[in-house]
């Protein structure tokens, strides 16, 4: 059966109109092209929609059957054409844990704001669980927190971001100057590997020294639970300032500042090579920056 939905508009109109002269004229087509594709529907289904009764065409028990139907996909169709014409379809994103839970809300309920009608899904993970999620398509666009090296995907610097050591108050590193040692050496909570906090570290941090061994007290796959790890002594932390920030200042959490040592790194916006960055997803992007 290959029925289109031209055909089904034809025959929605002679039914409205009840001759094919005045469909013809309502839809800019030939008289005969209208009774052409009406004959070709009817052949298709084997049945006739209309009695012909001398030039006037009655709608029968099969036209009637058809008609609500015909209307129905009609307007789907219709809706599905305005939709893409203010383009709503849903935008989807996945982002790392600090972006996503501490960077991105504000900046989505600003673009909320502005195109209500515009579905948004957002995914939080760890950087490798947004690198594989663009990489699948599953998502249009990922945040994360390390650069990614995959030659299938684009990378754009986003935005810098301060890192700060963080200690309970009651922690003894808290009562004197510190070194890079001092710190290195104390016991740590870490973001599990895979994540971006976690590889910066690395990179920054316990790469300048070295001959120590880290020593991991815990690792923790979110940064409220390090938090809460760290202002009950467990040991020390190191995470985004944003993340920290009202912890910091109400006292509950205590900045363990290194003469010397500065803690940035770059967030990046990811997309797959092969991506079409439509309008609603470059208009999405201009409030994200």
Known sequence: MRITLRQLEIFAE?????STTQASQKLSLSQSAVSASLTDLEGQLGVQLFDRVGKRLVTNEYGRLLYPKALSLLEQTGEIEQLFKLELGALRL???????????????????HDYAGTPLELNIGNTDDVIKSVLGFVVDLGFIEGPCRNAEIITQS???????????????????????????????????????TREILNQILFSQLPDFNVNVAMELGNSEAIKHAVQHGIGISCLSRRVVREQLQNGSLVELVVPGLKLYRTLYLIYHRQKHLSNALKKLLSYCQ
Request: glycine share 6%; net charge negative.
């Open 94 to 112: 996945a982002a790392s844990n600090t972006i996503g839970n501490y960077m991105l809300p504000e900046m989505l309920a600003k673009y909320r």
């Open 158 to 196: 986003w935005m810098s971001d301060e890192l700060t050591v963080f200690a309970s108050p009651n922690n003894p590193l808290t009562q004197f100057q510190l070194t890079i040692e001092d710190i290195i050496q104390a016991p740590w909570i870490l973001r599990e590997k895979g994540s971006g």
């Open 14 to 18: 002679v039914l409205k109109s009840g």
